[in-house]
């Protein structure tokens, strides 16, 4: 377990590190904004994977088969020849993020959520702006502002602060790092953008 722990912290740290190195860059610059949309987004997804795999390794006994299929991303059907099969589920972020977050809160009822935070709203639009990045019908579609930046820094907090957090405290331990990176990284999300 010693070595999954470490990879996972390399990986977040490597995810996060992105999301920093862009954010102290010119924001003045379309290239820069997208690029820190869609890191922002591939951190969140990234450490919700992890997170997933951490409530598998410690509470898979306390779930349904069908709740850990969904954590794990898979899901079943049956081919034409009538062999069951399974394949990678497209499951939303908003929806994995709160069914990961229903799921702790039954199995650990002290870990509650609070999706009213105006900071999840922020996080759900700048699912929205990345959708919009990913899927684009026209080049207005490719703009993203400022505010638009801000909004998905303060998703990414309360993500990594309210939820991230939560899991951690009701799952032991997962995203502390050996020498304070976490901490670090978020301090400098908080700071002002020179750009």
Do not use: C
Request: hydrophobic residues 45%.
């Amino acid at each position: 377990m010693g070595d999954e722990a470490s990879y996972e912290s390399t990986f977040v740290d490597v995810l996060l590190d992105d999301v920093v190195q862009l954010h102290s860059m010119n924001l003045g610059s379309g290239v820069i904004r997208r690029a820190l949309i869609r890191s922002i987004m591939a951190a969140i997804e990234g450490i919700l994977w992890n997170l997933q795999r951490t409530m598998l390794r410690t509470a898979e006994n306390q779930m349904s088969e069908f709740e850990a299929a969904v954590l794990r991303e898979v899901s079943y059907y049956v081919t034409d020849t009538g062999e069951v099969r399974n394949g990678v589920a497209k499951i939303p972020l908003k929806s994995r993020v709160r069914f990961g977050a229903n799921l702790l809160a039954r199995i650990h009822p002290e870990a509650r959520i609070d999706f009213t935070a105006r900071e999840w709203k922020k996080l759900l639009d700048s699912i929205d702006v990345r959708d919009r990045l990913t899927h684009p019908k026209s080049q207005s579609k490719l703009e993203v502002t400022t505010d638009e930046v801000n909004s998905a820094i303060e998703g990414l907090t309360w993500f990594l602060v309210v939820v991230s957090g939560t899991w951690q405290d009701a799952l032991t331990a997962y995203l502390k790092t050996p020498d304070g990176r976490m901490l670090a990284m978020l301090q400098a999300l908080r700071k002002p953008n020179p750009g």
